[in-house]
């Protein structure tokens, strides 16, 4: 195994463990700030790598300012989203209807005649397993509808969100990352990148903390957010930075399908946590999705471009 499929592997076994961990933290610690917490160092560690090793990238940030600008409020959209969901769903659910929303959208966009990037060729097989994907997140939305999921406790009201919010935190980050691209291609770095898109985040989550606080200087449980803080250096910069070293040093394909693998990941994570069941629905779905994926995957031979 090459050492770019093991550095995807540890982001797509660091995500798992990730989503287990902020779904079960959001239960107890006021949601924005945990945000706050886990995105602000992200952004202060690579911004603060980009000024001391690569001052270059300022003036190819500085030229690509609009793509920054919407890679921020899809990103911030994106990621408020995924975390909202994993406070009321099964973070296996979130992660799969997250991951397999984006490349349906995608495929749609492209035969409506909308591309982001550029057209890309949809070849009728592929365009079956598509749809065969938005059936298992059909189904999967189902399960949690049904209160067959993992997590119960839940109102109707409350897995409706969840499982809308899901899903649109998908098609936000499929649509963001196809801007990074153009971030790439106007010479901003994966470390440029990972300095400035989640800038509009952490400024939305410090104006909550700071309003939820009436005006005054506010409180925040450091003691608490502290573990937050640490956890957010393993579970999210560092994979996200092996993601990218992966994405460089690999095939498109290959990485794609060790992602796919992801959900699945989830599920095993999620195992130990006390709030939630085994729930061979769930489990159904998640390896229907799987099988799809990885056909889809192998059948574009990492060829794909978004759409």
């Known amino acids: 195994m090459n050492s770019a499929i093991i550095l995807v592997l540890l982001f797509v076994a660091a995500s798992a463990v990730r989503d287990v961990y902020f779904g079960e933290v959001f239960q107890r610690l006021e949601f924005f700030a945990v945000v706050l917490t886990a995105f602000s160092l992200t952004t202060v560690i690579f911004l603060s790598f980009v000024i001391v090793r690569g001052r270059r990238q300022i003036a190819a940030m500085r030229a690509a300012w609009r793509e920054i600008a919407v890679t921020n409020i899809g990103t911030a959209m994106a990621w408020l989203s995924y975390f909202l969901a994993l406070k009321l769903l099964e973070p296996a659910v979130v992660n799969m209807l997250h991951i397999g929303i984006g490349p349906v959208v995608l495929v749609a966009l492209n035969l409506a005649g909308v591309h982001i990037s550029g057209p890309a060729v949809v070849r009728k097989s592929e365009l079956a397993i598509q749809a065969g994907v938005f059936l298992t997140l059909a189904a999967l939305t189902a399960v949690v509808l049904l209160q ?37 291609n106007m010479g901003v770095t994966a470390e440029g990148v990972l300095a400035v898109r989640f800038i509009g985040i952490v400024l939305i989550a410090a104006l909550v903390v700071v309003l939820g606080s009436g005006g005054e200087k506010p409180t925040l449980p450091f003691d608490a957010l502290w573990p937050v803080a640490a956890a957010s250096l393993v579970f999210m910069v560092l994979p996200l930075y092996a993601l990218q070293l992966g994405v460089q040093r690999t095939s498109t394909v290959s990485v794609w399908i060790v992602i796919s693998l992801s959900p699945a990941a989830v599920f095993a994570a999620q195992a130990p946590d006390g709030r939630l069941v085994h729930s061979p629905y769930t489990l159904a779905c998640i390896l229907a999705y799987s099988a799809l994926a990885l056909a889809s995957n192998l059948m574009r031979k990492f060829e794909t471009q978004p759409a």
Not at 153 to 180: C, E, K, P
């Open 148 to 184: 067959l999921s993992g997590l119960g406790g839940r109102s109707t009201a409350q897995n409706i969100l969840g499982a809308t919010l899901a899903l649109a935190s998908g098609v936000f980050i499929s649509l963001t990352t196809d801007v990074t691209k153009r971030l790439n």
